[in-house]
Each structure stands twice: as C-alpha cells, then as structure tokens.
C-alpha cells in the first residue's frame, strides 16, 4: 500500500519521510510525491520523483494520505490576498478530491494553533487572519470528505516546533537564534516584552499522528511541550553553544501567548511509548539542521 505526501520539500514532508522509511514496514518505494511541478527530490542518499499534483486515482491502495502543501503566512505579502487565498482553496479542493477519489485508510493534516481565536498575542497583520481563515476551512473540508469514505483522520494544531528537518531555520525563532551563536557568538532578541512559546520535536509530532491507532471518530490535538519564555530560551542556547549570554529587559506588562495549555499530546504520547525531548535536546537536533545547510 502506498502512503501520499502532497509537498515535497518542506519541513514537515521531511519530517514525515524520515519517519516512514525507518519503519520496516514502509519502503522507499511506497512513498509517493507530489508537488508544484514534476521534479526530483533528494532526502540524504534516498532521491524521489515528485509529480505533479493533481487528482488522480491510484491504482494501488492508499495507506496514509499527507496533504502538508499549504501557503503559508510568509507568502501572503509575496503573493497578494487574491492569490494566496485562492491557491491554498485550490489544495484544499484537491485534497478533499483525493480523498474522495482513493478512500485512503488514514489522513493526516498539520493545522495551526492560529485557528483558535481566543489567544493573547501582540498585533498581527490581515496575513494571520487570512491563514487561520484558511487552515480552519481545510479541517473542516477534509473531515467531511474523511467522514464520507470513511478514512481515519488525525488533526494537529500546531504552535511551535524544533527539529533536525527544518529547511530555513532563520525562519522560526529558535533556528534564528542558533544561527545567531554559531555565525555571531551572540543572540539579539527583537522582542521588549515576554514571548511565551511550548517547543515540541516536529518528528515526534509527526510520530504521535503516525502511530496513532484509534481512530473511530477524529483525533484533534494540539501541539504542546517545554513551556519557555524566548529571552530565556536566548539564554539557555548561548549557555549550551558556550557564548555570552545576553542581558535583556522585559516588559512584563505586555505578552504574546501562542502557545496551547492543552497536555493532551504528552498523554498521546506517553500512550505510544514515545518519550518527548527536553528543551536542550530540541536544541541541539534543531542545530544539526543548521549544520547540514552550512
């Protein structure tokens, strides 16, 4: 049986393919891609020709199905309103079509804590109302066509996550700021007020999805893990890569919380056997990202 990833070159299609083929049960060969435009991949010494994405009905039965092709914040200044809307309402088409096409035994998507809309975060532009819109809009649609077939259907909120597989690590907060130590032996944080954030490993996210059995009615989950505060997590990274560390003042009367309370991932989890990493190791597995782009 095959499993379908839709995305081939982003971090989470990374993430997942490194899951897959170190499973015994999923060769390389059961793995199929399909992305913008046919092309060849490479994931270390294992190379994958990526279609085209387009509804298609396979004529081997789908496993796993993995739509992770989605726009995301970053791009809507890039591409206009116009366009980053209907492009990402086009995958979501495309998506529930497949769905309904090939009746995959299990689907997979990684959403975003944005869909929530009681969170306390500092001001964001029309991009993050566009993208939690959009996110919402694509849990609602593949979970009627799931529903429909009758495929098992896994959901992950995600807020913010670390790990070995993240292609532009400048990006993200915690992959900034190890470039920072390792280029300048010093880590500025942009932010005057307290930025709480819970990092998880996005491979073990993406291992609970995976690995998750249970599935008569749909998992919906949030992503969770070590509770740190970014000027500490500036600190604890320079102590670990041997730099000075900063001195920063916080405004503590002003905080941006995007992160979930919800420890329902810890108790998946501890369900599968899967043992989180701690900040320190997060830290590390996401250095080696950077490593291997240097």
């Keep these: 049986m095959k ?5 081939s070159s982003g971090w989470v299609s990374r993430a ?6 170190s499973s015994p049960n999923v060769p390389a060969s059961d793995v199929l891609f399909y992305g913008s ?15 085209r994405w387009s509804v298609t009905t396979l004529e081997e039965p789908v496993a796993t199905f993995l739509p992770f092709a989605f726009h995301t914040v970053d791009r809507y200044q890039i591409m206009g309103t116009d366009r980053y809307n209907s492009e990402n309402e086009e995958l979501i088409r495309k998506s529930v079509a497949f769905i309904r096409h090939n009746q995959p035994q299990k689907c997979v998507v990684i959403s975003s804590g944005i869909v ?16 939690a819109a959009l996110k919402k809009r694509e849990e609602e649609a593949i979970a009627l066509a799931c529903e429909e077939v009758g495929t098992s259907l896994v959901i992950c909120r995600l807020f913010s996550a670390s790990g070995r597989h993240m292609p532009e690590p400048q990006k993200y907060a915690i992959g900034n700021m190890i470039i920072q130590a390792i280029h300048q032996g010093r880590i500025s944080v942009d932010s005057s007020f ?4 819970r990092y998880v490993d996005m491979a073990q996210v ?16 949030d992503s969770a893990g070590y509770l740190v505060e970014l000027h500490d997590l500036a600190i604890r990274i320079s102590e670990i890569f041997g730099i000075k560390r900063g001195v920063y003042e916080v405004d503590v009367n002003n905080e941006d919380n995007y992160y979930s309370r919800s420890n329902r991932m810890e108790s998946l989890a501890s369900s599968l056997g899967i043992e989180l990493f701690d900040l320190d190791e997060q830290i590390r597995n996401t250095a080696l990202s950077i490593s291997a782009s240097m």
């Design 3 to 7: 499993t379908v990833i839709v995305g």
């Design 16 to 21: 997942a393919e490194s899951l897959l083929v």
């Design 37 to 51: 435009h046919d092309r060849v991949v490479s994931f270390g010494l294992r190379n994958y020709n990526v279609q």
């Design 116 to 131: 929530y809309s009681d969170l306390r975060l500092s001001s964001r532009n029309d991009a993050y109302s566009a993208y």
């Design 194 to 197: 307290a930025v709480f954030r």
């Design 206 to 221: 993406l291992e609970i999805c995976l690995k998750w059995e249970h599935c008569t009615q749909p998992l919906i989950f």
